[in-house]
């Protein structure tokens, strides 16, 4: 279906191949990847007006969806390049309402009321071609790539606000976030992390090895201790997947036995998630297209054993966790509770962009 | 315009269009006066449209949304007058009547808005319980239909006027595979069933929601059994109250104008209850799908 697609790029090709055979691990790599390659086109000369350019994204944006569905990230990096492309577009074409329009983007009760009715149809027309908006969006982007870049940062450098001495946290599997966070707590504070290794792909080992190279008291649990070990952890501190629209996580399999683990003990659940982790997108129902995956099981339950062709074996790598076993979001600018994500994706989305398909 | 004449032309178009939500006719009613009037001042103006609102609530009918939807309304007069200074009385209202047009329609469309930010949710197989006859869920529920997908309802009798029977016939001449329950099943039939799905007289500043008597009771229930409890309404459906009980609604929410015993209220049997956001898993408007704690952003900005 994809190939004959003039929008499929041998970069984006490259990208979709990179992720589908797993050489290109991670959100943050996956997004660097993802901005620079939007930085071609819109470096390029295919497209004369922001309408142009609109297109171009949105059908990149099309093929990404349909070739990685589970990365949301990408779709989000397209969202937030055409909110940009919005942005810039607006202020070139009339300056001085610029400010106006920006809080009022997202359809609001207030506009309702406030509305004129020839103005909000004009907003919808990006055809007018402007010198400067080249210049101007790459400029934006150059920003959001520092964002991106900086995020990590920003994130651990709360750290030491939310991890104090003696304390037990538990974390579950691999996350660079948490790697980098729990790292940037002052050296003087001595915490113990115990980590739970997230079979069968047990990522959690790594994340252990790292901390204790770091000098950090490190204890790798199996998962199946996560409720017993609970009642004595202070804090829960885990990285996702990507932040739904209601505040629930996609997190990795496992995350909903720590959530419920840790609201029978009322231990807070700090996740950590940059800014663009952040999807407007619901789960409908666990059926969902592309909300799970299942993953290889062979360490499951290897191939070779004598039960394996009478058995069925699954590896799923996602769970839901609800809104309401999450205590705190930590973002790269600053902590906030499940219910205030809408608010969130209003400020960073488009409402027109929700929906690429 | 005298009180009796804009109370028979809001119940006219109530009984000329059953499909219309009381909110709506009352806008309509209000843009009528505002046609008919002549003022010299806005503040005049405004008053005229508060006593032409009190009126519209003696008609008889709930007024829940009626009070939302003019509220809004009258937001909608003032927050457009500074604009219009320069303007002479006549240019002011023609200007707001095209304005009251485009919003009516806005209003109007909202329905569609919503039954469309619903549909990923209805999907095939699945089993919704909803409670009595909601404009807005029969929408939606129909506008699934035609898109092939099976699915069962189960509709609350709502015994108190048997609304449920009607929604029952009319999701049956859409070809909709429904059951009709009684009231006291809410609890039986929850274990089997995937979502609830229900309509709101009005949206509370809390993310609460007034509907029908019962909404809470299968609100508690869905929340014991860990179903997701979704609310469709429009917006100008939100108000700005905020109650934290059951006693706390005003009582011309709760009990009918036009029955007898008026004074002694605790006899009678409410015609609606409050269901606090705690219970509720989100809002579908037709500003998105909003979680309950949005519902208060929205007011606060506007008003």
């Known amino acids: 279906m994809i190939e004959g697609n003039k929008y499929l790029t041998k970069e984006l090709a490259q990208l979709i191949h990179d992720v589908k055979v797993g050489k290109l691990v991670g959100s943050y790599p996956i997004s660097k990847y993802m901005l620079e390659n939007l930085l071609t086109i819109v470096n390029s000369t295919t497209w004369k007006t922001a309408d142009d350019l609109m297109i171009i994204v949105r059908e990149t944006g099309k093929i990404l969806i349909n070739a990685l569905p589970q990365e949301a990230i990408l779709a989000n990096i397209v969202r937030r390049c055409l909110k940009i492309i919005r942005e810039e577009y607006d202020e070139l074409n009339m300056p001085q309402q610029a400010k106006q329009i920006d809080d009022s983007q997202a359809a609001s009760l207030q506009k309702l009321v406030t509305q004129n009715s020839e103005r909000s149809e004009k907003r919808s027309d990006y055809t007018n071609s402007h010198v400067d908006l080249r210049e101007n969006l790459i400029n934006h982007l150059n920003e959001i790539e520092n964002e991106l870049h900086l995020s990590h940062d920003n994130l651990s450098q709360q750290a030491p606000e939310h991890v104090h001495s003696s304390e037990i946290i538990l974390t579950l599997g691999y996350s660079k976030s948490v790697e980098k966070f729990l790292k940037s707590v002052p050296k003087e504070r001595k915490f113990e992390v115990v980590v739970a290794e997230c079979a069968p792909s047990c990522r959690g080992h790594m994340l252990a090895q790292s901390l204790a190279n770091a000098k950090i008291d490190a204890t790798v649990i199996p998962d199946s201790a996560i409720f017993a070990y609970m009642s004595r952890v202070n804090k829960v501190i885990i990285g996702t997947h990507s932040v739904l629209a209601d505040g629930g996580l996609r997190a990795a399999s496992g995350a909903f036995t720590v959530a419920l683990a840790a609201k029978h003990h009322s231990t807070p659940v700090i996740v950590l998630v940059p800014m663009f982790k952040l999807s407007p997108v619901f789960l409908c129902n666990f059926e969902q297209e592309a909300f799970n995956l299942v993953g290889n099981t062979e360490s499951v339950l290897p191939y070779n054993t004598r039960v394996s062709n009478a058995i069925k074996a699954y590896a799923p790598v996602f769970d839901y966790v609800p809104p309401e076993l999450i205590t705190l979001f930590i973002s790269s600018n600053g902590g906030y509770t499940p219910s205030y994500v809408y608010r969130l994706l209003t400020e960073t989305y488009h409402p027109d962009d929700y929906e690429l398909k | 315009m005298k009180d009796l004449e804009i109370q028979d032309y809001f119940l006219k178009i109530i009984e000329e269009d059953k499909n219309m939500s009381n909110g709506i006719a009352a806008i309509k009613t209000l843009l009528l006066v505002l046609e008919r009037t002549n003022f010299t001042t806005i503040q005049e103006l405004v008053n005229t449209i508060k006593s032409a609102v009190s009126s519209l609530k003696n008609s008889g009918k709930p007024v829940t949304s009626v009070c939302s939807a003019s509220e809004l309304f009258i937001c909608f007069i003032t927050l457009a007058s500074p604009k219009l200074e320069d303007k002479t009385m006549d240019e002011v209202k023609t200007i707001m009547l095209n304005r009251g047009q485009t919003f009516l329609k806005k209003l109007e469309e909202g329905r569609h808005v919503i039954a469309k930010h619903a549909m990923p949710f209805i999907t095939d197989g699945c089993r919704i319980l909803t409670h009595s006859r909601s404009r807005v869920i029969l929408e939606t529920l129909k506008l699934a239909a035609r898109q092939n997908k099976h699915f069962h309802v189960f509709v609350t009798t709502s015994s108190l ?82 109650p934290l009980n059951q006693r706390d609604l005003p009582n011309s929410y709760k009990y009918p104008k036009n029955s007898e015993i008026r004074d002694d209220f605790k006899k009678i049997h409410p015609l609606v209850d409050y269901t606090p956001p705690l219970k509720i898993t989100l809002i579908f408007t037709d500003l998105g799908i909003l979680t309950p704690s949005a519902v208060s952003d929205e007011l606060i900005k506007l008003y």
């Open chain 2, 161 to 242: 006027d048997n609304e449920g029977a009607k929604m029952v016939e009319e999701l049956k001449n859409s070809n909709i595979e429904c059951t009709l329950i009684l009231d006291a099943a809410v609890g039986y039939v929850m274990e089997s069933i995937d979502f609830v799905m229900v309509g709101a007289e009005g949206v509370m500043e809390s993310g609460g929601i007034i509907n029908r008597i019962g909404t809470y009771t299968m609100a508690l229930c869905a929340k014991e059994m860990k179903k997701p409890f979704y609310v469709l309404t429009e917006s100008f459906k939100f108000s700005r109250l905020y």
